[in-house]
């Protein structure tokens, strides 16, 4: 606040000067209630002013900058947006007037003028949306930070950092829709956008569920940037989302092939995939539901039979998928044995396909069928175990990863094993 105070005390001296240096009868008036703080009386005269002499820049000058200080004293920071369009209207007119002909001092002025009240908005902003200490003062702080924002584009529409963190502070807020159009006018106004600029863009729609669209952004940024990266990953999962499975899978083996030896890389597409593979074990669960529920109610046999051909073309996918996140994840352990999500994944995997063993075990009437998938499927558990062993070796600190542990010791029958893992637990 003090550091404003001296900024004002510094624009008031300088508008003194030029007072003293011109007498213009109608700009008088305006420089007048400016300096006595009578910025409505000030307007009233620029209004007079502007009037008369519409050619004459001064007018719309030191009206711009009667609007500034209006917009400065009014407490509500969400009613200054409409008295900043106002001004910054008025600061372009001044400045189309002082670029035809005679050039008064106060043409160097303008951009300052703009600039100075851009800055303290953009500021503002800021502050209510990442200082701590800020944010404790209000009740909405993001609120006030969006606000504060608005101005800065009311202020400055062609400033493309206030619209980018207008949009990551709408996405703090949740607020995807406007996220999006803030982002999609900072991209814009870049003409060239960044690769991280089509990231962000797509992420937004992806978090609302609108994944063609989003995939279309990653496209357009690929063919900007067929090299980077994470537009590669995303588009890939992207794919995933939408069904478009061999395309995903393609995108991911070129991933693979040009970076054979990248660790972390390895690991985000075995992820990736692997969340694909929980997404359709979740839509195979629902179908196998339906299968039963449609049994025990006498339903329609066709439909039983369309239920069940999905079923199975949803089996084939995810194993095909399981196997393919399994490759990437055993590489990423063998490329680096220090990262605890790796091995915790895999854990993840190898104990899902357990428990669907155990499923298929249980709706086998054969004894000596079950007999042989239940030593599948411990086989699995035991993989799980080995890489949850791992996992919480590298993390000992995993209260919720000591519980799995116990869990898959009780049905392997370790039960030391799973006295030790209910103690770390905490249970």
Not at 46 to 62: C, H, Q, S, V
Not at 121 to 135: K, L, R
Not at 162 to 180: E, F, R
Not at 289 to 313: F, M, P, R, T
Request: contains cysteine.
């Amino acid at each position: 606040m003090k550091k404003q105070f001296y900024s004002f005390l510094t624009l008031v001296g300088v508008f003194a000067l030029l007072i003293s240096c011109t007498e213009d009868a109608l700009i008088s008036p305006i420089k007048k209630g400016i300096n006595s703080q009578d910025y409505e009386a000030a307007l009233i005269a620029a209004d007079t002013a502007i009037a008369r002499e519409p050619a004459n820049g001064l007018g719309y000058y030191y009206k711009a900058i009667a609007l500034d200080n209006i917009a400065q004293n009014m407490a509500s920071v969400t009613e200054r947006k409409p008295v900043y369009i106002d001004m910054n209207e008025n600061l372009m007119e001044a400045y189309l007037r002082f670029n035809i002909g005679e050039r008064p001092a106060e043409a160097d002025n303008v951009v300052n003028v703009k600039l100075e009240a851009w800055g303290r908005e953009h500021n503002e902003a800021i502050g209510y949306a990442v200082d701590d200490s800020i944010m404790a003062t209000v009740e909405n702080p993001l609120d006030l930070a969006i606000a504060h924002l608005e101005n800065a584009t009311a202020i400055n529409p062609d400033s493309v950092l206030s619209h980018d963190v207008l949009a990551q502070i709408y996405q703090m807020d949740g607020d995807y829709a406007n996220a999006i159009e803030s982002k999609e006018r900072a991209m814009e106004l870049k003409g060239t956008p960044d690769a991280v600029d089509y990231d962000q863009l797509a992420t937004y729609y992806f978090v609302q569920d609108d994944y063609e669209t989003a995939v279309g952004i990653i496209e357009e940024g690929l063919a900007l940037y067929p090299d980077s990266a994470y537009l590669i990953q995303k588009v890939a999962d992207a794919y995933f989302q939408t069904g478009q499975t061999d395309k995903a899978l393609e995108v991911v083996g070129q991933l693979i092939e040009d970076d054979p030896n990248n660790a972390q890389y390895r690991l985000v597409i075995g992820t990736q995939i692997y969340r694909r593979v929980q997404d359709l074990s979740d839509s195979l669960s629902t179908g196998i539901d339906s299968i039963y529920d449609l049994e025990n109610e006498g339903g329609n046999e066709a439909e039983v039979e369309a239920i069940k051909a999905a079923n199975e073309a949803l089996s084939e996918e995810i194993e095909l998928l399981t196997n393919s996140a399994e490759e990437s994840l055993l590489k990423a352990a063998e490329l680096d044995d220090t990262n605890y999500t790796t091995f915790n994944t895999l854990g993840i995997l190898y104990q899902n396909k357990a428990a669907a063993l155990f499923d298929l075990r249980d709706l086998t009437l054969d004894n000596d069928e079950a007999y042989e998938i239940d030593l599948q499927a411990k086989g699995e558990l035991e993989k799980a175990m080995l890489n949850y062993e791992k996992a919480v070796e590298l993390n000992p600190e995993a209260a919720g990863l000591w519980q799995t542990l116990f869990q898959v010791y009780t049905i392997l029958d370790y039960r030391e094993k799973a006295e030790a893992a209910m103690e770390k637990a905490g249970m």
